[in-house]
């Protein structure tokens, strides 16, 4: 028998709409499960197309046909024996005892005689390791099969060529106002423009994931929750599309998942052909900075080393479930030989690249996870207490995954045979190794701040949780100007006094906002530059704190900034 549980679009597959499994023995007379339904493969697929068998909304199991046919013969009424002289030779009882104890274990039977359970109730809110959690909003089935004549014609040959067509031209729109671009995506927004921009840029990650939706839909399947979630603390929308494994076709599955990305591009077209038709200012501003970072988000979607569309359309065309998972475990086997020694069987022999590309998903989220909390560390910590208390929360969270991956690999070097003295010695050097990266490596340290210029007069504006125990009289500051995707340095200056005053900075000091209504607490140090004439009257600073052990950096860039929020 051959299972394998395929990952989802948005998440990993829950078991959540399944029955407990069973603790006693195989059932005497064994029928399906609430909530499992056996999908036989389509007339003209070929004898080795998997069976897919459905556990509720969001788990799918592809098994083999023998296990797919002995499936779908469990209706209760026979027993073991008589389910093996019905599928007849090579079957006996024992083996099909054996199936049924495999079977079992995934949650996928119950006792024919005894009373069914019922499926858990689906619930709105789940999380997904490392970091995403998922809230159901609604339903899209029903409004997606209304949709479906539409969207066929949509997607047809013609559609499609005009959706390239459209998506190439914006490329070539924007190379041709690069200048335009590289103004709108530099220079901070007004609040009107700012926030059409950036409703936008959500409305249009509602519009990629009904793009998943709907030609899963064209397919015959069936998108079953579509809501919102936090993917690496960013909000997005989300469709689960995982009755996708349930096409008969690879291709299908892999346009399946490529069809948000299509969906963003032709979008991101439209919006750079409309700047054409807009008179230079603000509102073309805003259509070039979406259009460019609509195509942008765009790429990252085709980035397979998390699972992202590129991830899902790699797996679906090379046809392995769970590709990403079984390619970390050979990647950390690899790993664990390289260091320990030892005998490991591969999770994917026949991929050569099999071990690189584990290791770039192992590395990557690491990357996310970074950059997010570099992106929204201000933000979190001006939600004060609750939001220092989240990122010790989180902090903690990541911290116990990585303590669990070096577990894990400690393991498997003992189940393979690692001698425990090298296991020791190696172990002993890598805390070694560590220790000393984090006491030796020097990182430079910035401090992120904002400035207000009144003529001559410079303020370098802190906010709240800032290290004010790092300034020093001449330190040196970096006056930028920052926009929704590029920031740029305007001039050169130095730190002239280590005494704050309470203020109240501009938005456009933080953020990528021009307005006057809404003013933001900070405290202001005086500063100096020989071009002060060359900066706007607010705007993003830098202040250069010197170099620190990488330890130490750690500490200061995230562990103080919750400390100093916490005790006020």
């Known amino acids: 028998m051959r299972t394998a549980v395929p990952g989802a679009r948005t998440s990993a597959l829950s078991p959540d709409a399944c029955v407990e499994p069973a603790t006693g023995g195989p059932a005497e007379h064994p029928a399906l499960a609430a ?18 068998v459905q556990c509720g909304d969001q788990r799918y199991l592809r098994v083999g046909r023998d296990a797919g046919a002995l499936l779908a013969l469990l209706d209760g009424s026979r027993d073991r024996a008589a389910l093996a002289a019905l599928l007849g030779p090579p079957w006996t009882t024992e083996q099909v005892t054996a199936a049924m104890v495999e079977f079992e274990r995934a949650g996928l039977i119950a006792d024919g005689a005894a009373p069914v359970t019922s499926p858990r109730t689906r619930r709105r809110v789940r999380y997904s390791p490392p970091l995403t959690v998922h809230v159901t909003l609604a339903d899209p089935t029903a409004f997606l099969n209304r949709l479906r004549p539409v969207v066929r014609r949509v997607f047809g040959r013609v559609g499609r060529i005009g959706a390239l067509l459209l998506a190439v031209s914006g490329v070539l729109i924007l190379a041709a106002r690069s200048g335009e671009v590289g103004y709108a995506l530099g220079h901070p927004l007004p609040l009107r423009d700012y926030v059409a921009f950036s409703v936008a840029l959500l409305a249009t990650t ?9 030609v899963l839909s064209c397919f015959g399947g069936r998108p079953s929750r579509l809501g919102i979630m936090l993917f690496y603390l960013t909000p997005t929308f989300f469709c689960d599309v995982s009755d996708g494994w349930r096409l008969p076709k690879r291709e299908q599955r892999a346009w399946t998942a490529l069809a948000g990305v299509a969906v963003q591009s032709t979008v991101a077209g439209a919006a750079a052909a409309s700047s054409l038709l807009l008179t230079p200012g603000g509102a073309r501003e805003a259509m070039l900075a979406f259009a460019a970072m609509t195509y942008l988000h765009g790429l990252l979607n085709l980035i397979p080393f998390v699972k992202f569309d590129g991830y899902i359309a790699l797996m679906s065309m090379v046809d392995i479930s769970h590709l990403r998972n079984k390619a970390m475990a050979d990647a950390r086997r690899w790993l664990a030989r390289t260091l320990f020694g030892g005998e490991y069987e591969r999770e994917l022999p026949a991929l050569r690249w099999a071990v690189p590309f584990g290791l770039c998903c192992m590395a990557f989220p690491v990357y996310l996870v970074g950059t997010a909390l ?16 989240a990122l010790i929360a989180l902090l903690g969270y990541l911290a116990y995954r990585l303590l669990a991956t070096g577990v894990l690999v400690m393991r498997e070097a003992r189940s393979a045979g690692a001698r425990g003295i090298r296991m020791s010695a190696v172990t002993a050097a890598l805390l070694l190794g560590t220790a000393a990266l984090l006491t030796c490596a020097q990182v430079p340290y910035q401090l992120n701040a904002g400035y207000v210029r009144d003529g001559d007069r410079v303020r370098v504006l802190l906010p709240a949780g800032a290290d004010t125990a790092a300034l020093r009289t001449g330190m040196p500051v970096s006056f930028t100007r920052s926009g929704v995707g590029l920031s740029t340095e305007l001039a050169k200056g130095e730190l002239t006094g280590t005494t704050g005053q309470s203020a109240d900075a501009p938005v456009s000091a933080f953020l990528p906002v021009v307005t006057s209504r809404t003013r933001l607490p900070a405290t202001a140090y005086s500063a100096r530059t020989a071009d002060a004439s060359a900066l706007p009257a607010a705007g993003s600073a830098v202040l250069h704190a010197g170099e620190l052990p990488l330890g130490k950096w750690i500490t200061q860039t995230y562990g103080a900034p919750m400390v100093r929020v916490l005790t006020g």
């Open 374 to 389: 570099h992106l929204w560390l201000g933000t979190v910590l001006r939600a004060g207490v609750v939001g220092a208390g």
């Open 206 to 214: 509602m519009l990629h994931e009904l793009g998943h939706g709907a």
């Open 35 to 52: 909530g499992v339904v056996v999908h036989v493969p389509s007339p003209g697929d070929s004898d080795d197309a998997p069976w897919v």
